[in-house]
C-alpha cells in the first residue's frame, strides 16, 4: 500500500477555485492508478474523478468541466483543480490509489486511501 495525504482544501465562495494536492510515499506511485472521491456530511462517500497510470480522466457528471484530475509522476503528487465550485460541492475529499484493476466508481476497490480534506463553499 501507499500512504497518502491530502492538502488544499479550505472556505471558498461560490464561483471560487481550489487546488488538492494528494501526497504520495514510495518510490512506486507511478503504478498506481488514482482518484479522489467526497462524502458530505449525512451522505455516503462518492466517486468525483480517476486517473489511470498513463494519465487517461474520468470523472462524475456533476464535476465534469469543472474539475480537472492530474498526475505528477515525478513528484509524487495527484491534483483536483476544481472550477466554478458550487456549496453542493461541499464535502470532505478523500484521496485514493490502487494497483489493480476494478469498477472505477467503486470506493471498495481501493487499497490506500488519505485522512481526506475538508472543501466548503458558501453560497
Known amino acids: 500500500q501507499v500512504h497518502l495525504v491530502e492538502s488544499g482544501g479550505g472556505l471558498v465562495q461560490a464561483g471560487g477555485s481550489l487546488r488538492l494536492s494528494c501526497a504520495a510515499s514510495?518510490?512506486?506511485?507511478?503504478?498506481?492508478?488514482m482518484a479522489w472521491f467526497r462524502q458530505a456530511p449525512g451522505k455516503e462517500r462518492e466517486f468525483v474523478a480517476f486517473i489511470t497510470q498513463n494519465g487517461g480522466t474520468y470523472y462524475t457528471v456533476s464535476v465534469t468541466g469543472r474539475f480537472t484530475i492530474s498526475r505528477d509522476n515525478a513528484k509524487n503528487t495527484m491534483y483536483l483543480q476544481m472550477n466554478s465550485l458550487k456549496p453542493e460541492d461541499t464535502a470532505v475529499y478523500y484521496c485514493?490509489?490502487?494497483?489493480?484493476?476494478?469498477?472505477?466508481?467503486?470506493?471498495?476497490?481501493?487499497?490506500?486511501w488519505g485522512q481526506g480534506t475538508q472543501v466548503t463553499v458558501s453560497s
Open positions: 514510495g518510490h512506486t506511485f507511478s503504478t498506481y492508478a
Open positions: 485514493t490509489a490502487r494497483a489493480r484493476t476494478g469498477l472505477i466508481r467503486d470506493a471498495a476497490s481501493f487499497d490506500s
